[in-house]
């Protein structure tokens, strides 16, 4: 099962996406701004980014800037769902690495077959435990949305 994290501060979208992911055989991490999205890739094997441009605690850009820049995550496709980008800007987000630019909400027939084509990493990592005083941490990047409630 491929692993992907969706980082958006808008829980309308995540729930959509989340959903969409789970129903087609993904688990989703869930991460409302930057500096959750970056403890996210350094906890858990991802295999691709769902990735907003406008968060708190930095923008997108960071993000992929970040990501990029590392050799353990340097791999890790990146594609920005996001709700305005700029004909112009979506040049310069596929040089910075993005794989594709989704507008929202998105295609989600094609961003399922854009994630088929990533390979899985979850397979190649074993999945570090955390000591017990990060959980709380954990649960807020967690697995589902089931905290978002019904």
Same mark, same amino acid.
């Given at each position: $099962?491929?692993? *992907?994290?969706? /980082? =958006?501060? =808008?829980?309308?979208? *995540? ?10 055989? %993904?688990?989703?991490? /869930? +991460?409302? =701004?930057?500096?959750? @999205?970056?403890? @996210? *890739?350094? #906890? ?10 406008? $968060? ?13 820049? +590392? ?9 920005? /769902? ?35 084509? /990533?390979?899985? #990493? ?11 005083? %990060? ?5 807020? *990047?967690?697995?589902?949305?089931? %905290?978002?409630?019904?």
């Amino acid at each position: $099962m491929k692993n *992907i994290l969706i /980082v =958006d501060d =808008d829980k309308l979208i *995540i729930r959509l996406l989340s959903t969409e992911l789970r129903k087609a055989g %993904y688990a989703t991490f /869930v +991460s409302f =701004d930057v500096v959750q @999205a970056v403890t @996210a *890739i350094r #906890r858990h094997p991802i295999d691709a980014v769902l990735l907003d441009m406008r $968060m708190p605690g930095g923008s997108g850009e960071d993000v992929i800037r970040r990501l990029k820049l +590392s050799k353990r995550t340097g791999q890790i496709p990146i594609f920005v /769902v996001t709700g305005s980008v700029p004909d112009a800007n979506r040049v310069d987000l596929i040089a910075m690495g993005a794989e594709e630019v989704f507008f929202k909400p998105p295609d989600m027939k094609l961003l399922l077959a854009k994630l088929a084509e /990533v390979p899985s #990493r979850s397979d190649m990592q074993d999945e570090a435990t955390e000591p017990a005083e %990060y959980q709380d941490r954990l649960a807020v *990047i967690g697995q589902s949305t089931e %905290y978002f409630g019904a």
